[in-house]
């Protein structure tokens, strides 16, 4: 195992109850937003503008639902119950973005979902690679592998779709909607909960340097949006924050949650009633 | 796309994608094609290929000739050595 400048944490036993509680909410809110984006995915897999996206869309389910479970069963260590999470919570309950609540109508909708939200995702897991707590480190560095195809898919499209009118004004308007929620899930400037997790050596960098480096992947994609700059080589938002509603435990909106119809999928309703 | 299991193996052609740009050909071809854990895969656009000693070679010119035009061989007006396709 690597060696770790600070003492490493080889279970969320060893962990002091502050960092074991704000692990156990940053952990509970990637697996939800890896299970809600799985389903997004799917939601694609007939109906994507080609057969080779459709199938695209069923291996980024996938693997989204592959890294949620790897995240919920984690979460057995920080009180939870993982059968309960993944099948007995409310709508209330998720802490998933509100990005992901329903179906999306596009495809550059579902674009701004795979190429700004996804890569927002993997940005924040990034920052466990040299986490102290040494039960993630193989589990982030699987996971990260995968999500380089989805980034690669996201891009790829979205430069696609660049190259016309009509594909860049539609992918204006998705991307400037999911805008805030992404530049939001880092977490403001002095988040207490990132704060926390950085000092415990955690997470690697804050909340600032997060949200930076996810415009520096995002912005030369996007430049012609309107939505980043340059300033000094780096990619800077255009539009601020708006932290209007922002629920610093569920990582979103503070109201709403899934639909019913994604609750239903997320839980297994449907078929667990034949059990 | 080209792929082999093992680095001793040879690269072998294991099937075609299409894509509007390399990046997404790139990912269509990994998550497409994911019968076996792969060592390596490789793709090239078909315009890559030049054919060597048929002058309407399926692969490189785009697919089969139309139905009831007949094989390949019997449109190759000159069998061997012929003028290469355009990539």
């Known amino acids: 195992m690597t060696?770790?400048?600070k003492s490493g944490f080889k279970s969320a036993a060893e962990l002091p109850d502050d960092l074991h509680s704000h692990l156990g909410i940053l952990l509970l809110s990637l697996a939800d937003n890896k299970r809600m984006l799985g389903i997004r995915y799917s939601d694609w897999i007939l109906g994507a503008p080609s057969v080779e996206a459709g199938i695209a869309c069923s291996a980024m389910a996938q693997d989204e639902w592959g890294h949620g479970r790897i995240i919920y069963s984690m979460l057995k260590d920080f009180g939870h119950d993982p059968a309960a999470l993944e099948h007995e919570r409310t709508s209330e309950e998720y802490r998933s973005s509100e990005l992901l609540d329903c179906d999306v109508s596009s495809w550059p909708e579902l674009l701004a979902l795979n190429f700004l939200w996804d890569t927002a995702i993997s940005v924040q897991v990034e920052m466990l690679l040299e986490s102290c707590f040494e039960p993630i480190h193989y589990k982030v560095r699987k996971l990260l592998e995968?999500?380089?195809?989805?980034?690669?898919h996201g891009s790829g499209w979205t430069s696609r779709l660049m190259t016309s009118d009509e594909g860049k004004n539609?992918?204006?308007?998705?991307?400037?909607?999911?805008?805030?929620a992404c530049l939001r899930w880092f977490g403001p400037e002095n988040d207490p909960l990132i704060e926390a997790l950085v000092e415990g050596g955690i997470v690697s960098t804050n909340a600032d340097c997060a949200r930076m480096r996810w415009l520096n992947r995002v912005g030369p994609t996007v430049r012609d949006l309107g939505l980043v700059y340059t300033e000094n080589s780096e990619w800077v938002s255009e539009p601020t924050p708006d932290w209007n509603g922002w629920s610093p435990v569920r990582r979103r909106a503070s109201e709403g949650g899934p639909d019913a119809d994604s609750l239903a999928r997320a839980r297994g309703d449907r078929n667990r009633s034949l059990l | 796309m080209f792929a082999r299991k093992q680095r001793a193996d040879r690269f072998e052609h294991v099937g075609t994608i299409t894509a509007p740009n390399r990046k997404l050909a790139r990912v269509y071809a990994w998550q497409t094609y994911d019968?076996?854990?792969?060592?390596?895969m490789t793709v090239a656009p078909r315009t890559a290929f030049s054919a060597v000693n048929l002058t309407q070679a399926p692969f490189t010119l785009g697919g089969a000739p139309p139905m009831g035009q007949g094989s390949v061989a019997d449109n190759d007006s000159t069998p061997g050595y012929g003028t290469p396709a355009e990539s």
């Not at chain 1, 995968?146 to 690669?152: K, L, S, V, Y």
């Open chain 1, 3 to 5: 060696e770790t400048t």
């Open chain 1, 146 to 152: 995968e999500e380089r195809f989805h980034f690669d």
């Open chain 1, 170 to 180: 539609a992918l204006g308007k998705a991307f400037a909607t999911a805008w805030n």
């Open chain 2, 35 to 40: 019968e076996a854990k792969w060592f390596e």
